[in-house]
């Protein structure tokens, strides 16, 4: 099955540690490709971006609603085996529950990984019941997305879940390019039918986990019951759900370039250039 795999390199010597992000429910790699990808190439890394199967350009499209979590944990197994080097792991919303899961594996190939406004361990259960109590409406558009698909969705309840208020309208509009259906047994997986197995005491890699102020899906207590389980502490980025998109993009993007080069021990450079570009 072939699986796209987006990918900007930098001008000169990329750094040792290449990025594999892995996007969200309703999505593709191409949310990545926006300004993630570009901005992490200026910084000197090789950053990857995958299409889970039945998103973008990646095959599956045929029985997208039947395809399990455990079938995109295989696709982010066979993306990160492309790489020479065990890459960072960088998971949004289901993107990151994605991440986690393929940590399960003995054999996994991840030198860090870093959650953004991811489904947490325990999965959507606590999630989707405070979106039920705060906004009824948006978990009602959802169903509908999941059911009929994006075009029958009322795009302004959508938006104001996912994006800040002050994104431009063209913005807007290129986000619901990137809008397609989701797996419904995916949704499933993520409310326990495939519940995560991973012992977080044998997760011996640097963890990042960002959540958004303004995000109507994931609440604050998931992102700091996903700290906790890794044994970190949370950082929150003044920006709604679609983090990548955000207008305030550019701070959460400073704040995984400087955990990376943290990290890895990378040059400060890095860590300077992380406030430049646009």
Known sequence: MYLEVLRRLPAGEPHAVPLLFVHGSFTS???????????????????????????????????????????????????????????????????????????????HRAGAMVLMASVPPHGLWSSMFCMTLRNPVLMQQL????????????????????????????????YFRHFQGESHRVVLDMLGWDRLRLDPARVDMPVLVLGAEHDEFVSDDAIETTAAFYGTEPRQMPTAHAMML???????????????????????????RSGTGS
């Not at 701070?251 to 450079?269: P, S």
Request: hydrophobic share 45%; net charge negative.
């Open 29 to 107: 790699a191409s949310i990545w490709d926006e300004r993630f990808l570009p901005f992490f190439a200026r910084q000197g890394y090789a950053a990857y971006a995958l299409s889970l199967r039945g998103h973008g350009a990646s095959h599956g499209h045929d029985k997208l609603a039947g395809w399990r979590l455990a079938d995109y944990v295989e696709d982010l197994a066979r993306a990160a085996e492309r790489l020479d080097v065990p890459p960072v792991l960088i998971g949004h919303s289901m993107g990151g529950m994605v991440v986690q899961k393929y940590l399960e594996r003995p054999s």
């Open 143 to 174: 169903a509908v997305t999941q059911t009929w698909g994006p075009r029958y969705a009322w795009q302004e309840v959508v938006q104001r879940a996912l994006l800040s208020d002050d994104i431009p309208p063209s913005d807007v509009d290129n």
């Open 246 to 272: 955000d207008t305030r993009w550019q701070q959460v993007a400073a704040a995984i370039n400087d955990f990376v080069a943290g990290a890895f021990a990378l040059d400060a450079g890095v860590r300077a």
